[in-house]
């Protein structure tokens, strides 16, 4: 055993009333307002906030820009705008609803997503398997996991915020059915050893993570590094990889969560044909929602020998 715990501490520590937080304490407290708030009321207000973000978070827009004309060639420079504002507006409307998931009943996440495919989830717990979820960076991910985790134990993993409140907050929510979050640093290993206890947990197989093991496959109108790990840990662990996906529907104000068939075995043997499947599965829920991706992310970082980084920004790593 590490001497460091492998998972965040929930529990409340006296140095988070440290003035240096102060400013993080009011972000907070205005979003468990929103929170509190009712849907109906809390949209529109977002929806509005959202043409500030359009306006004012250049950086993050261009990335945003860069990855949708990539992954979409054929769609027009209108669509892409439009894509772009929905995008944004997605992204503040689930931000600023998302405290309820800590602050509001257990009850109030099964009326705010509605699941189906859980079937499927059922079938693996009779043959006395976990699952890994196969989840793209969607912003929605935190509903899907804690709605799943009312039903079924689980645990996740994140990477540790820069500021320790947050990091304490976000850590609280996202546990707040029970699961444990483990520190990114602690490893497949950490999860191979849940799967062994009967815990299920999401991977999410977007994320560029660079050149080195990773594998080059087609995703979307472009190619895409990935790194082919899934199959392997669902070998070692008896688990079945079933891909998720959510999307948030403003006209009726609840979550559409669906839990799609297991991948098999033979679509993840070799390396080549896990990163194929996993992009495949990653594509898959992105196309049923696409504007409510975090195409903020450099998803696209790493590009095949000689060609040019798509962001064409000096901070391409």
């Given at each position: 055993?590490?001497?460091?715990?492998?998972?965040?501490?929930?529990?409340?520590?006296?140095?988070?009333?440290?003035?240096?937080?102060?400013?993080?304490?009011?972000?907070?407290?205005?979003?468990?307002?929103?929170?509190?708030?009712?849907?109906?009321?809390?949209?529109?207000?977002?929806?509005?906030?959202?043409?500030?973000?359009?306006?004012?978070?250049?950086?993050?827009?261009?990335?945003?820009?860069?990855?949708?004309?990539?992954?979409?060639?054929?769609?027009?420079?209108?669509?892409?705008?439009?894509?772009?504002?929905?995008?944004?507006e997605?992204?503040?409307?689930?931000?600023?609803?998302?405290?309820?998931?800590?602050?509001?009943?257990?009850q109030?996440?099964?009326?705010?997503v509605?699941?189906?495919?859980?079937?499927?989830?059922?079938?693996?717990?009779?043959?006395?398997?976990?699952?890994?979820?196969?989840?793209?960076?969607?912003?929605g991910?935190?509903?899907?996991?804690?709605?799943?985790?009312?039903d079924?134990?689980?645990?996740?993993?994140?990477?540790?915020?820069?500021?320790?409140?947050?990091d304490?907050?976000?850590?609280?929510?996202?546990?707040?059915?029970?699961?444990?979050?483990?520190?990114?640093?602690?490893?497949?290993?950490?999860?191979?050893?849940?799967?062994?206890?009967?815990?299920?947990?999401?991977?999410?197989?977007?994320?560029?993570?660079?050149?080195?093991?990773?594998?080059?496959?087609?995703?979307?109108?472009?190619?895409?590094?990935?790194?082919?790990?899934?199959?392997?840990?669902?070998?070692?662990?008896?688990?079945?990889?079933?891909?998720?996906?959510?999307?948030?529907?403003?006209?009726?104000?609840?979550?559409?969560?669906?839990?799609?068939?297991?991948?098999?075995?033979?679509?993840?043997?070799?390396?080549?044909?896990?990163?194929?499947?996993?992009?495949?599965?990653?594509?898959?829920?992105?196309?049923?929602?696409?504007?409510?991706?975090?195409?903020?992310?450099?998803?696209?970082?790493?590009?095949?020998?000689?060609?040019?980084?798509?962001?064409?920004?000096?901070?391409?790593?």
């Open positions: 055993m590490s001497r460091k715990p492998k998972y965040f501490d929930r529990r409340f520590r006296l140095s988070l009333l440290h003035p240096k937080y102060w400013f993080t304490w009011l972000a907070i407290l205005i979003l468990v307002l929103f929170g509190l708030m009712p849907a109906w009321l809390r949209d529109p207000i977002a929806c509005q906030l959202s043409k500030l973000v359009v306006r004012f978070a250049n950086k993050p827009i261009h990335i945003v820009r860069a990855n949708l004309m990539t992954c979409f060639p054929d769609k027009s420079a209108v669509e892409i705008e439009t894509l772009i504002k929905a995008n944004v997605n992204f503040v409307m689930i931000l600023l609803a998302q405290s309820e998931l800590l602050v509001k009943s257990t109030n996440i099964r009326n705010r509605k699941l189906s495919g859980f079937e499927h989830v059922e079938q693996a717990k009779a043959a006395g398997q976990p699952v890994i979820f196969i989840m793209p960076h969607v912003w991910i935190e509903y899907a996991g804690l709605r799943l985790n009312i079924l134990p689980m645990v996740s993993m994140a990477k540790a915020h820069k500021n320790g409140l947050f304490w907050f976000n850590n609280r929510m996202r546990s707040s059915q029970g699961g444990n979050i483990y520190m990114r640093e602690a490893g497949i290993r950490a999860l191979l050893s849940e799967l062994k206890q009967n815990n299920s947990f999401f991977y999410l197989p977007d994320e560029d993570l660079g050149p080195k093991n990773s594998v080059f496959a087609p995703f979307l109108g472009t190619t895409k590094a990935t790194l082919p790990v899934v199959g392997r840990l669902a070998q070692a662990g008896n688990a079945q990889v079933m891909p998720v996906k959510i999307g948030y529907d403003k006209i009726k104000r609840h979550f559409d969560l669906t839990v799609m068939p297991a991948l098999t075995p033979e679509s993840m043997q070799g390396k080549e044909n896990e990163a194929i499947a996993l992009n495949k599965a990653v594509e898959q829920v992105i196309l049923a929602y696409p504007e409510q991706y975090m195409w903020f992310l450099r998803v696209l970082k790493t590009r095949p020998p000689g060609e040019e980084s798509i962001y064409n920004t000096k901070q391409h790593h």
